[in-house]
């Protein structure tokens, strides 16, 4: 894997976490894929819809979440693991998120996150 690939999901990782981006459905349905599924920080599964619908609720000032610590490795040519700690408010939280390079582009796959303290 090119070191630019690992690049552009570090980054397309950093966009989906801004405010802007979690308001626009249509940026959003290009960034998660169709099979999506996330664990969250409070033990609930979320598929696509559920997860747009979630993210689309969210009121115009709630604040960017913060990234600390992202590193990334290569899982093959097409996948990539992220890690990550969100901070948002006083709430922290350790993240994991699963991208694969599909036709269309990049997508995210698979996103869990676990309460950290």
Known sequence: MRDEDLAEVMALERELQTAAVRADQE????LLAPDFEEIGASG???DLQSILGMLLAEDDETPDIEVHGLIGRAITEDVVILRW???RGDRRVQR???WQRRPEGWRLVHHQGT???
């Open 96 to 98: 994991t998120s699963l």
């Open 115 to 117: 309460p950290a303290f």
């Open 44 to 46: 609930r599964v979320w």
């Open 27 to 30: 940026r959003l349905v290009g």
């Open 85 to 87: 700690q969100s901070v």
